[in-house]
């Protein structure tokens, strides 16, 4: 995902509504808890820094795809 997609009038309108909260917190934890299952689950040589991903995940998290550019 883009951070034009987290800009966009609907996806702030959606976040903006109560009832949506929750769902979009889980979004968020589900994402960063797959990219971290998925580094767990690849051989050791094949990993990268746990430091650099944390970073990574983060700049996906804040900037979409673009943060990582």
């Not at 700049?59 to 943060?67: P, R």
């Amino acid at each position: 995902m883009s951070a034009e997609f987290f800009a966009a009038d609907f996806f702030k309108s959606f976040c903006d509504m109560p009832e949506h909260q929750e769902m979009v917190s889980d979004f968020i934890a589900d994402v960063s808890i797959g990219v971290y299952r998925r580094w767990k689950n690849k051989p050791k040589d094949e990993r990268q820094d746990l430091e650099k991903l944390a970073e990574m995940t983060t700049h996906i998290l804040m900037d979409g795809l673009k943060g990582i550019g």
